[in-house]
């Protein structure tokens, strides 16, 4: 029997399995610079860091003002991005680590992001999480992304696990708040720092301001063992 007994894990995975938002931003600026918005920031894509691209790029079209429809800029960044992540995605190492521990320990685990199903899946297979992490729930494929608790509670569904014996990992805001309106605990280890005092990761109940650098597995997969036990 696993040391984690009833407790099923949810992984975010841009930004928390996988260092993917630099192809992300990369995607965002080449498409806005197509559609004559030339200098869109790193500062500007951080706004959107967790918030799926649906809602991204309908957000792009009222805040600049483009005329293209919001499925075409949506179908046109997927494909950008798709191009990106294929040749270059990089699993955290920590992060791989602790999908291995709970593996091994028969946990099960699930993904749960606001990316497009073909992103998810070009990205576990190229990084080779797929052999591990084979639930995966796209925010395409619910009602509302995060901060709406869709995707995770879709997530517990598949893996047949009750809301409150799942914990999420998580490096956004809108990530964080979706897991507490889930009823679900939450690792949160934000992606970026300055983000770290927002509100909604203070709903979490393991913050680590430093982000990955202050992530391990060994020490979360002690934290899991200890609360739950102590639960």
Known sequence: MS?????????DLDGTLVDSEPNYYEAGRQILAEHGVPDFTWADHEQ?????TQETVAHWKQRYGLRALVDDLFAAKNRRYLELA?????????????????AADGVPMAVASGSSPEAIAAIL???GLDAQLRTVVSADEVAHGKPAP?????????LGADPADCVVV??????????HAAGMRCIALPYVAAQADAPEFATADLLLRGGQDEFTA???YDWLVRTTRAS
């Open 125 to 127: 297979v190229g990084t």
């Open 150 to 158: 869709d995707v995770f509670l879709e997530a517990a569904r598949r």
């Open 48 to 52: 959107y860091i967790g918030i799926s």
């Open 218 to 220: 060994r020490a979360a």
């Open 3 to 11: 040391n984690l007994g009833d407790i099923s894990v949810i992984f």
């Open 86 to 102: 294929r040749a270059s995605t990089r699993a955290y190492p920590e992060m791989r680590k602790f999908v291995e521990l709970l």
């Open 170 to 179: 998580e490096d956004a805001a809108p990530g964080a708040a979706a897991a």
